[in-house]
């Protein structure tokens, strides 16, 4: 990493350093919360997990060659120098945004309550064709993850695109405060984490928070598609720029094709050009992801080709909308994470498929006293899409597979639906639910963990 000493460390996040003074100037290579991770000359920061508390392993990452320990605890007689602080996760913070703040680089910020990752990989794919680029990876995208992000950045870099998570108010200030972001960009305004957020509007107000610390020369760009984005007027002064598959939105699609589960072509219009793209992950929400790469490629100068260029070779993350073509069946993979409206927009890939088609679907969390109303309609969805096969795991659930029952009824549709309690209870049945050949989608909330249902179906 770029050159950070003792003493700077120290300074930046309140601390008092303990050891060899002549040390004070050293400079770390790197700094680690995993032990496992330290390496020589890196930094140390003992934060308390869940679980396990790092100043347990204090004096083992310093025998493997660490430089020096962040602590919260007095460790007396030392051999080996360390920085005493108030918290270890506050000074994670600390440090991070010190260290952002000395870096000649661009920041692109990525939050929304559904497509955050997707929109992010896009967008990386696209800033690749030009610059050399870090993005967040895994779910690193919260207090500590996003820290730990920003530490991975070298002096190679020249744009860091990093998304943003949250679920409660004052959380993106506080990433935006380590980010600085240049360009902001939001997906989305859904129902994730209404149970914290009480509202859509209390979401786009929690989400909103990043432009508090963007560059104030920077670029704002928004879904047009979203009710809650339009004609959002940030109190920074910022005018947005608008993406969306409207065709009044400045960045948007005409001519869009499926190619069902091969991808989408279609042209992009932008302010000053158009342009023919080929999406190689289907859905009408990628299509609404390239469209927000585009607009960043624009904002970061790029030309029309090179943003194409990137378009094209994007390709999905495991978890993440990952096509994975087997000997028995072909699976999609979006076992990730899960709320309404990601959903939803499986269920419509899932639909492009031109074999039987199998949804098995888990509980959705964090949705507060309407869950089992957005369980319910993501059911009626999926029957009204015409899946074949339903098939709802959970407690919650069970009202996923009411709302397809209910709807498939009233409607005159056809589709087999099946609910278990449990991935037991479904892996016992799972031989009897499968044909050859067919297309399945998985998908529910991290907490499921539904890898395991596609590790199953995959093997």
Do not use: W
């Not at 530490?151 to 506080?174: Q, Y």
């Amino acid at each position: 990493m770029k050159h950070m000493s003792l003493r700077e460390i120290a300074a930046s996040c309140g601390g008092t350093y303990h050891g060899d003074l002549s040390l004070a100037s050293l400079e770390v290579s790197g700094v680690v919360i995993d032990s496992r991770k330290a390496e020589k000359d890196s930094l140390f920061v003992a934060v308390k997990g869940a679980r396990v508390d790092g100043h347990t392993f204090i004096p083992q990452v310093m025998e493997k060659g660490a430089l020096c320990s962040v602590s919260e605890q007095d460790l007396g007689d030392t051999d080996y120098p360390y920085i005493r602080v108030a918290s270890c996760t506050q000074a994670l913070k600390d440090i991070a945004e010190h260290y952002r703040r000395s870096l000649d680089i661009k920041v692109v910020g990525v939050s929304g309550s559904a497509g955050k990752t997707s929109t992010k990989e896009m967008i990386a794919s696209v800033l690749s064709q030009r610059y050399r680029v870090l993005k967040t990876e895994g779910n690193f995208n919260n207090e500590i993850g996003l820290p730990l992000t920003v530490f991975n950045i070298r002096e190679k870099h020249e744009v860091a695109v990093l998304e943003m998570g949250i679920s409660d108010f004052g959380e993106m200030t506080r990433l935006a405060k380590i980010a600085r972001p240049d360009v902001c960009v939001i997906t989305n305004i859904g129902v994730a984490h209404i149970e914290t957020l009480g509202s859509r509007d209390g979401i786009l107000k929690a989400k909103t928070e990043m432009f508090d610390y963007m560059n104030p020369d920077g670029t704002i760009i928004l879904n047009g598609d979203d009710d809650k984005l339009r004609g959002y007027c940030p109190k920074n002064g910022v005018s947005p720029v608008y993406f969306g598959l409207d065709a009044s939105c400045p960045y948007h699609a005409e001519h869009i094709e499926s190619r069902g589960l091969k991808g989408t072509d279609a042209r992009f219009v932008t302010p000053s050009s158009s342009f023919d793209v080929h999406i190689s992950i289907p859905g009408d929400h990628m299509v609404s992801n390239a469209l927000a790469a585009t607009a960043v490629g624009y904002a970061l100068g790029m030309t029309d080709r090179g943003i194409a260029d990137g378009i094209r070779t994007n390709v999905p993350i495991a978890g993440r909308n990952n096509l994975i073509e087997g000997k028995h069946y072909t699976v999609i993979d979006d076992c990730y994470n899960a709320n309404p409206a990601s959903v939803r927009s499986s269920l419509d890939v899932l639909a492009c498929a031109d074999t039987r088609t199998v949804a098995i679907l888990g509980d959705m969390f964090e949705l507060g006293p309407d869950s089992e109303k957005m369980h319910y309609s993501v059911g009626a969805h999926a029957a009204r899409k015409g899946i074949d096969v339903l098939v709802c795991i959970g407690e919650l659930s069970r009202e996923t597979a009411r709302g397809a029952e209910k709807t498939a009824e009233e409607s005159g549709l056809s589709i087999q639906i099946r609910h278990f309690d449990t991935k037991a209870d479904f892996f016992r049945h799972l031989g009897d639910i499968l044909k050859e050949k067919d297309t399945v989608l998985v998908k529910a909330s991290h907490g499921m963990e539904f890898s395991e249902i596609v590790e199953q179906i995959t093997a």
